[in-house]
């Protein structure tokens, strides 16, 4: 054993919350009780988009993928016993991000925390919310006004707190290269700091303090020596845009702040267990480089692709950690990559292939206007597409899925049912009675609470002005105003947002020449509509619910396109109403439904009721998500003609798939053509 002095340990944290405020409360408290030296907070869909759990939209939706907290009362019970003067707390939350802050501060002051005390960090970016993860509420421009307004309040009142933190770990889900996730999170970092730097609010002389609470939160991929190469690259343009376009001279305010949550695009349903090594590999990538390494990470579970996972789940996670900074020699040396040409050439050539796309985001007009335009959403679209067809065509391995796919039967999945946490369906008609109860009593002992209306109209008239939001939004949480009263507020004022699809305007990823699988798949589409008398075929892709994961649902209508199908694609966010009303009015022959948040048992099934009532039932209807197999016999049994997960990875024989269940529900014979 070495006498030298270990480097202290990143912080450790497992992103959790589900069900209700007292499970997550439990669950926070059982984890830190194993080591775990962080808290994140993962909210559920209704809290990230602005509604409360009644809402129609909510439906499915709560408690799934997350924590509802619709109030003060939520938030109280939340963190109850977690001493939060002593605590780091990370809240994934972005839209909604300025109310939950505002809950979690007026929690504290009950506590009696001092605040400048408080340590944690909001997520609290907008940009890749229009690009992958769709949660975002309001138009670009209110929300960027509410996260620069957020800053400037925090500068002054929370000195510890991270207000924001640039997320590019969505936009490789989405299929962003290395490149693209260095120059897409850069740009939307320029964004919001020329809009603290014009805004007026913050002093000039205090632009260091800005830059010195920013953190980033990225994404480290299986191409462990690559992604290791980007963390590098990513601190030396942060230190040149700080210093050369802020004029921030303290070193210390310029380091490259980053927490990391591991690759979930490359989990994979089949062969799960080998998820474990992908993890190990991508936690090297933001630990071995000791001057490139993240101040926290979180690392998913093996079963993400199967479902939400375990207790046990996550402490494996946390182990893997552990094992690594305490057992391991890791932290005993200075930077092992130093002096390497190797990692030098990769790292320059990261660097400048991210600048030259910083500067076409600059020649559009910035973050924003690229977000406006569709540029970016298109990019990571065409991105992804590209991903997808690597891996149909064999050209990129992955383990279990297009390679190697003899398997041994795995113990950790012999029984599904229990291989992955359950959300009780009864948890949701719980939180909205309690809602309902908060709602009526929220004015009576031992709360008192003064009522919302007059600090909801004090919001609005703060919004319509140029006031900071968060003394209003302060007003609200004390009032007992609920996540979507704050929200619906806004609405009023700001209006809402619909982002760019990126469907349109994605090339072509897979080439449909003479012989090809897509070739034979367009072929069996013309001979389709040919043989029912329609010009096209017509194929409605819907996003029902608040998942905003739209990666999967895009590919799909790209494809679906590419193959010959005239596409019906909204977008995300619609209810089920809307989605048979969309397929009644277009006419279509097949609808697709995308759902990764677990709301599927609810949702589908309305689907097929209306379609049913509206007579439609010859229009098959597909599903895709992550589905378990209980789950897929159960909407099978409901009327659903397919079910796809993560495993089916062949996205053209899906699409020919869709074609056969067409041909099936309007009593076409099979057709002798290869796909």
Request: aromatic residues 6%; negative net charge.
């Amino acid at each position: 054993m070495t006498d030298r002095q270990k480097d202290r340990p990143w912080l450790m944290r497992t992103y959790a919350g589900h069900s209700t405020a007292e499970a997550s409360n439990e669950l926070y408290r059982r984890n830190l009780a194993k080591g775990q030296t962080g808290l994140s907070v993962a909210f559920d869909l209704p809290t990230q988009t602005g509604y409360d759990s009644d809402h129609v939209l909510a439906r499915g939706e709560v408690g799934r993928v997350g924590v509802p907290v619709a109030h003060l009362g939520d938030m109280r019970r939340l963190l109850q016993d977690i001493p939060l003067e002593q605590m780091n707390t990370s809240m994934t939350i972005n839209a909604t991000a300025m109310w939950l802050l505002a809950l979690y501060q007026v929690v504290a002051e009950e506590q009696g925390a001092d605040l400048t005390r408080l340590q944690g960090t909001t997520q609290n970016d907008i940009v890749k919310e229009y690009l992958s993860r769709g949660t975002h509420v309001f138009p670009p421009g209110p929300s960027l006004r509410l996260t620069t307004d957020m800053i400037a309040y925090t500068v002054s009142h929370l000195p510890k707190w991270n207000p924001i933190n640039i997320c590019s770990y969505h936009l490789q889900e989405a299929g962003a290269t290395p490149v693209q996730e260095i120059a897409y999170a850069m740009s939307t970092a320029i964004a919001v700091l020329d809009a603290v730097r014009d805004g007026g609010q913050v002093p000039e002389e205090r632009m260091g303090d800005v830059v010195g609470r920013m953190s980033f939160f990225v994404n480290a991929g299986v191409r462990f020596v690559e992604e290791m190469c980007k963390m590098r690259a990513f601190g030396r343009i942060w230190d040149r845009v700080t210093r050369e376009r802020y004029g921030i001279e303290n070193p210390r305010h310029r380091r490259f702040r980053y927490g990391v949550q591991v690759n979930s695009l490359g989990l994979t349903e089949a062969q799960p267990e080998n998820n474990v090594q992908r993890i190990v590999l991508e936690m090297l990538a933001v630990t071995l480089s000791k001057d490139a390494r993240a101040r926290a990470v979180q690392l998913p579970a093996w079963n993400e692709a199967l479902g939400l996972p375990r207790p046990w789940d996550q402490q494996w996670s946390l182990r893997i950690q552990q094992v690594l900074a305490h057992e391991s020699d890791l932290l005993e040396y200075e930077d092992i990559f130093e002096g390497s040409k190797v990692i030098g050439a990769k790292v320059d050539e990261l660097v400048g292939a991210a600048s030259a796309e910083i500067g076409r985001i600059e020649e559009m007009g910035g973050a924003m206007a690229a977000v406006e335009s569709g540029y970016l959403k298109s990019q990571l679209v065409a991105s992804h597409a590209e991903r997808r067809a690597r891996i149909e065509s064999g050209e990129e391995r992955i383990i279990g899925v297009n390679a190697f796919e003899g398997t041994e039967p795995s113990p950790l999945t012999a029984d599904l049912d229990t291989a992955i946490e359950t959300v009780d369906p009864a948890v949701e008609a719980r939180v909205v009675a309690a809602l309902e109860n908060w709602r009526d009593t929220r004015y009576q002992p031992p709360f008192n609470h003064p009522r919302p209306c007059k600090a909801l109209e004090k919001l609005k008239e703060a919004a319509r002005g140029t006031d900071n939001l968060m003394e209003a939004t302060l007003e609200c949480a004390r009032a007992g105003a609920t996540t979507g009263e704050w929200a619906g507020a806004l609405r009023e004022v700001f209006g809402e947002f619909r982002a760019p699809t990126g469907v349109s305007a994605a090339p072509v990823a897979v080439t449909a020449e003479e012989g090809s699988a897509l070739s034979g798949v367009r072929r069996r589409v013309e001979l389709t509509a040919k043989e029912m008398g329609v010009g096209k075929l017509r194929f409605l892709v819907g996003k029902p619910g608040l998942d905003g994961h739209s990666n999967g649902a895009e590919q799909i209508a790209v494809r679906a396109r590419d193959a010959g199908f005239e596409v019906v694609y909204q977008g995300i966010r619609l209810t089920p109403e809307q989605i048979v009303d969309a397929a009644l009015a277009e006419d279509v022959h097949a609808v697709g439904l995308s759902i990764l948040s677990g709301s599927h048992a609810q949702l589908v099934p309305d689907v097929l009721e209306r379609l049913r009532v509206a007579g439609a039932t010859d229009i098959p209807v597909i599903a895709g998500g992550i589905i378990p197999n209980g789950d897929a016999e159960d909407l099978r049994a409901a009327g659903v003609a397919a079910v796809f997960t993560p495993k089916d990875f062949d996205i053209t024989g899906i699409i020919g798939r869709i074609v056969d269940e067409i041909r099936n529900a309007n009593k076409l014979d099979p057709l002798e053509v290869s796909a």
